[in-house]
């Protein structure tokens, strides 16, 4: 089983910040990670897939990059709405797998 | 769009089987390439992949579940379904359907929390 661990648990910045959040995988995926954002008592939403590519609808403010092993998730200009837990996922083999999320929070 | 809505007991006995539905409206669960799943969240932690199931019969689990879990399709009602046998306090979790698409759960569910207790 691939083994998902992302960095920090938790972060807080202040609006117009940039915020990045890290996923390492413990083996290497190719570009099969993507990232999700879950808001409290919401469904998680699919942000970015395959390490970087938008999916749609998804603010330009969030982007991806990362292959391989390390992969990171931004978040150019950080607004109030995007306080929420953020997801990384692995496609590469079964069982898919999700790293322990990143709590983001709004100063 | 398509939808997706899961519906089922909200609590269930200890050694007893978990049974969850989930509806798809707005596209035909039939055809295409997608993978209807499964995935849970226990309470205050992260996500868990359950299983999925592809063109009506074919299902992957999870290793960890596989030996208590049936997931199957109802083309007749648009319909997958979850049934978990021999519960416990450790299966209490939001369970979510889900779309799984090339590679990512692209449509889920808003989730329906199940209780095991007695």
């Known amino acids: 089983e691939i083994v998902l661990t992302q960095s920090p648990d938790f972060q807080s910045g202040t609006p117009k910040e940039k915020v990045t959040i890290t996923c390492r995988a413990s083996?290497?995926?190719?570009?099969?990670l993507h990232w999700y954002q879950q808001k409290p008592d919401q469904s998680p939403k699919l942000l970015i897939k395959?390490?970087?590519q938008s999916f749609s609808g998804v603010p330009s403010r969030f982007s991806g990059s990362g292959y391989g092993t390390d992969f990171t998730l931004s978040i150019n200009s950080l607004e109030a709405e995007d306080a929420a837990t953020y997801y990384c996922?692995?496609?590469?083999?079964?069982?898919?797998?999700f790293g322990q999320g990143t709590k983001v929070e709004i100063k | 769009q398509v939808q997706l809505q899961e519906s089922g007991p909200g609590l269930v006995k200890p050694s007893q089987t978990l049974s969850l539905t989930c509806t798809v409206s707005g596209g035909s669960i039939s055809g295409g390439a997608y993978y209807w799943s499964w995935i849970r969240q226990h309470p205050g932690k992260g996500l868990e992949w359950i299983g999925y199931?592809?063109?009506?019969?074919?299902?992957y689990y999870s290793p960890s579940l596989k030996s208590r879990l049936t997931i199957s399709v109802d083309t007749s009602k648009n319909q997958f379904s979850l049934k978990l046998s021999s519960v416990t306090a450790a299966d209490t979790a939001v369970y979510y359907c889900?779309?799984?698409?090339?590679?990512?759960?692209?449509?889920w569910g808003q989730g329906t929390l199940v209780t095991v207790s007695s």
């Open positions: 395959f390490a970087s």
């Open positions: 083996q290497s995926i190719g570009s099969s």
């Open positions: 889900g779309r799984y698409e090339g590679g990512v759960f692209d449509t």
């Open positions: 996922h692995q496609s590469s083999s079964l069982p898919q797998t």
């Open positions: 199931i592809y063109d009506s019969e074919n299902t």
